[in-house]
């Protein structure tokens, strides 16, 4: 049996985007509207999202033995961590496709609860923290608004 041809990304896509072209490329359809997957979809994406945080821990570990060892980096050393940063990135997104959900407007919510801690207090290692009266991500609202509408155009 002849392979085909890979399709060809389609330029301007969001990140949600490329990730529903993959998957409608590999015959794994996605939901057009919020479900609770089956507990096999469930069990898979757990397993996806462990081996790719595994491999992006395992990275992370190789780069920071280098720079407790005082060797010299460049830039490009980052390489193989932000490559497995950007597979865990991508099984994320497919995770949550496979809720049915759209996953830019879960980020931009969250976002916009992140943006509203500029200005707090800090812990000692940096991490921001929850400034007084911060409200956290509605991602509950999020959801609610893609069941009674459709997620794809």
């Known amino acids: 049996m002849a392979q085909s041809n890979p399709p060809m990304p389609q330029p301007g896509l969001t990140n949600a985007q490329k990730i529903v072209e993959f998957h409608d490329a590999v015959g794994s359809p996605v939901p057009e509207k ?3 997957p089956p ?3 469930l069990q ?9 945080f595994a491999e992006a ?17 460049q830039p ?3 390489t193989d961590w932000v490559h497995e940063l950007a597979d ?16 830019d407007p879960v980020f931009a919510e969250v976002h916009r609860a992140n943006l509203s801690k500029a200005g707090g207090p800090r812990r000692a290692d940096g991490k921001i923290l929850k400034p ?12 609610e608004k893609q069941v009674n509408g459709s997620n794809r155009d």
């Open 34 to 36: 919020p479900i609770v």
């Open 132 to 143: 007084p009266g911060w409200q956290p991500a509605d991602v509950r609202g999020v959801i």
């Open 76 to 78: 490009a050393d980052v």
């Open 88 to 103: 865990l990135l991508y099984v994320t997104y497919g995770a949550i496709l496979a809720c049915g959900v759209d996953p």
């Open 57 to 73: 821990s395992e990275a992370l570990g190789e780069l920071t033995a280098v720079l407790q060892a005082d060797q010299l980096l």
């Open 44 to 52: 898979l994406r757990q397993k996806l999202l462990q081996e790719e």
């Open 39 to 41: 507990l096999a979809i």
